[in-house]
């Protein structure tokens, strides 16, 4: 989902669908529920954590909230995403994105972060191992 007072002057409609597919792929590959806010953030880190728990399913979602105006970047998981994103996972994905942001491209910056942090968190199926003695 992407959401924010400043997401439609941010990207054209190009980088709007760009960014909605990287969310869909992301979610259906972890299970949990990936959200993009583009703005305001006044009290930094409090203000990302407030937004994340006014979100459908808190506990199972991931966060990216950027304020462009003062370049801030925070991300925040929900307590059922710890277990498979953890802040090595998100220290990755930031400087992902910021190395993008440092260039102009917000856009993909963004795509670029919610893939990583997918990657990172997707669910492994168990491998059965047929040779192995019983």
Do not use: W
């Not at 669908?17 to 930094?44: M, P």
């Not at 979602?61 to 991300?75: C, F, G, M, T, Y």
């Not at 059922?80 to 994105?97: E, H, I, K, P």
């Amino acid at each position: 989902m992407l959401d924010g007072d400043q997401t439609n002057e941010a990207f054209s409609t190009a980088q709007l669908a760009s960014l909605e597919k990287a969310l869909a792929r992301a979610t259906q590959t972890t299970g949990f529920d990936f959200t993009i806010y583009v703005g305001g953030l006044a009290e930094g880190r409090a203000s990302a954590q407030a937004l994340a728990m006014g979100l459908p399913n808190p506990d199972g979602s991931v966060l990216i909230a950027v304020d462009p105006q003062v370049r801030a970047l925070e991300i925040v998981t929900g307590a059922g995403v710890v277990d498979r994103l953890d802040d090595q996972s998100c220290r990755l994905a930031t400087l992902t994105m910021t190395s993008r942001f440092a260039i102009g491209d917000i856009a993909a910056g963004l795509r670029d972060g919610v893939l990583l942090l997918a990657e990172h968190a997707r669910r492994f199926e168990p491998i059965l191992h047929t040779d192995t003695p019983e």
